[in-house]
């Protein structure tokens, strides 16, 4: 839902976050653009209706010609999944800390009757002094009966943090975001989701959402209190009326911890990330995962016809479930989903259709994505691999492809790894092959790209 940009409050004179997406009015603006700026819309309204130490700030709303933007709160230390991808697990003390800051952000917004919906790493935002915010209402329920705003029918979400009656299909209660942050506190705790799983792995995923039991927290992570696992582990019982009566008993258990055990995080005002990430500690180091998120699945768990379309959310190793609609349909392509809804309809233990994979030549089916940082899945055949005149970027073409169109890149830090996997810095072991490649969306002089960042990423399929 847009872009973030560092901004200057010329009137105040102060640096903030800008949100911004671009909009075409008139005869030009589809049905699902219009649906896209009310979303965009509700993400602020939703914010800005909860005041509170651990909830990014919305500042301001508006519109100049063909952008509206959100002005909000610059907050200036990442977030959460960074941290945890840049180090791995954190301190016991420090994931307490900010689970609990997370969980008084939760509570609140709960009584006032809204719902996140999308609590994950990635939305928990840091500030500079060690503080947690949470971030991003962009699929939140205000609780107002008047809001006649209704995303297509679906389950709602991020499949490594959603709780099993969403991924069900059914409607999400403040039980789902308690379990939400279970899954987060876990993976700072751990340094991986309760369920791992790669953009090839997300049916399973989802499948383990709704029936299978995690393993002990403390086989993964000794040196966590029984009774912290205990607590985490109620959070993520199957069944909403077995986890804690409200996410703020959960937040109480977490900060008694922090406590106890020191949150390791007493930053000055003013230290850069890399120097929070000194202060925090040595951490395990996660299992790298492919960015996730595709263009289009469709899935039923436990209710009959659940579907969903998984999209970036400008979280590159993370996919966002918003609606039942295809994220890539266009007007000459109808979405994947509804010619598969009648397969099944009353099949409830169905496994997800097959992931969608656009065609390198499809330059226009990628380039409508890029806006969106969708993280997709294209094939293609190369045509050659080179190194670009100044050094700096290995570039992919594709046979059919001229300038402008996709392309896949990758840059000095992974080159090693990236010649190792392919052939050299030519890429003679992918000069001719038909490879698959699965990666965030983006634009690079115009052209479509991913840029890969490990060679797990590039799947040779064959000549």
């Known amino acids: 839902m847009g872009k973030v940009f560092l901004a200057e409050d010329t009137t105040l004179k102060r640096q903030v976050a800008i949100k911004v997406m671009s909009i075409r009015g008139g005869a030009g603006e589809s049905t699902q653009q219009k649906k896209q700026v009310q979303q965009f819309v509700r993400e602020a309204r939703a914010a800005a209706k909860l005041s509170h130490p651990h909830i990014v700030n919305i500042l301001e709303i508006d519109q100049q010609q063909e952008l509206i933007f959100i002005a909000m709160d610059l907050v200036q230390g990442g977030d959460v999944k960074r941290l945890i991808d840049d180090g791995g697990a954190l301190p016991v003390g420090r994931a307490c800390d900010l689970g609990a800051d997370a969980a008084e952000a939760l509570a609140f917004a709960h009584h006032a009757g809204v719902l996140h919906r999308d609590v994950k790493p990635g939305n928990l935002m840091l500030t500079r002094d060690g503080r947690c915010k949470l971030a991003d209402f962009g699929l939140?329920?205000?609780?107002?009966?008047?809001?006649?705003?209704?995303?297509?029918?679906?389950?709602?979400?991020?499949?490594?943090?959603?709780?099993?009656?969403?991924?069900?299909?059914?409607?999400?209660?403040?039980?789902?975001?308690?379990?939400?942050?279970?899954?987060?506190?876990?993976?700072?705790?751990?340094?991986?989701?309760?369920?791992?799983?790669?953009?090839?792995?997300?049916?399973?995923?989802?499948?383990?959402?709704?029936?299978?039991?995690?393993?002990?927290?403390?086989?993964?992570?000794?040196?966590?209190?029984a009774k912290l696992a205990l607590a985490v582990e109620r959070t993520l019982a199957k069944d909403p009326e077995a986890r804690f009566p409200g996410v703020e008993d959960?937040?109480?258990?977490?900060?008694?911890?922090?406590i106890a055990l020191g949150p390791s995080a007493s930053v000055s005002a003013g230290m850069s990330g890399a120097v929070l990430e000194a202060v925090v500690g040595p951490r395990r180091r996660p299992r790298w995962a492919v960015p996730a998120g595709v263009a289009v699945v469709a899935l039923g768990l436990g209710t009959g016809g659940t579907f969903l379309a998984l999209s970036g959310s400008g979280d590159a190793g993370e996919a966002r479930v918003e609606?039942?609609?295809?994220?890539?349909?266009?007007?000459?392509?109808?979405?994947?989903?509804?010619?598969?809804?009648?397969?099944?309809?009353?099949?409830?233990?169905?496994?997800?259709?097959?992931?969608?994979?656009?065609?390198?030549?499809?330059?226009?089916?990628?380039?409508?994505?890029?806006?969106?940082?969708?993280?997709?899945?294209?094939?293609?055949?190369?045509?050659?691999?080179?190194?670009?005149?100044?050094?700096?970027?290995?570039?992919?073409?594709?046979?059919?492809?001229?300038?402008?169109?996709?392309?896949?890149?990758?840059?000095?830090?992974?080159?090693?790894?990236?010649?190792?996997?392919?052939?050299?810095?030519?890429?003679d072991a992918i000069a001719g092959q038909t490879i698959r490649v699965t990666g965030e969306l983006s634009s690079m002089f115009g052209a479509p790209q991913i840029a890969v960042t490990s060679p797990e990423q590039v799947e040779i399929v064959g000549e």
């Open 140 to 225: 939140a329920d205000l609780g107002d009966p008047n809001d006649t705003f209704r995303l297509p029918a679906g389950v709602i979400g991020t499949p490594h943090t959603m709780a099993p009656e969403v991924a069900r299909g059914l409607p999400a209660l403040p039980a789902s975001d308690q379990y939400s942050l279970g899954c987060t506190v876990w993976h700072m705790l751990a340094g991986e989701h309760v369920f791992p799983g790669t953009v090839r792995d997300y049916k399973e995923v989802l499948e383990k959402q709704v029936h299978a039991t995690p393993p002990p927290l403390r086989e993964l992570v000794p040196d966590v209190p």
């Open 323 to 427: 609606s039942a609609a295809a994220v890539v349909a266009t007007p000459e392509r109808p979405p994947a989903s509804r010619e598969a809804a009648a397969r099944v309809t009353d099949e409830s233990t169905d496994s997800p259709g097959p992931i969608e994979v656009l065609a390198a030549s499809e330059t226009d089916r990628l380039k409508a994505l890029e806006d969106r940082d969708a993280v997709v899945t294209v094939e293609g055949v190369v045509a050659r691999a080179y190194t670009s005149q100044s050094g700096k970027t290995f570039l992919v073409k594709f046979e059919g492809n001229g300038r402008g169109d996709f392309q896949v890149i990758w840059r000095p830090p992974h080159f090693d790894a990236m010649a190792a996997a392919f052939g050299g810095t030519h890429g």
């Open 250 to 258: 959960f937040g109480r258990v977490l900060r008694a911890h922090a």
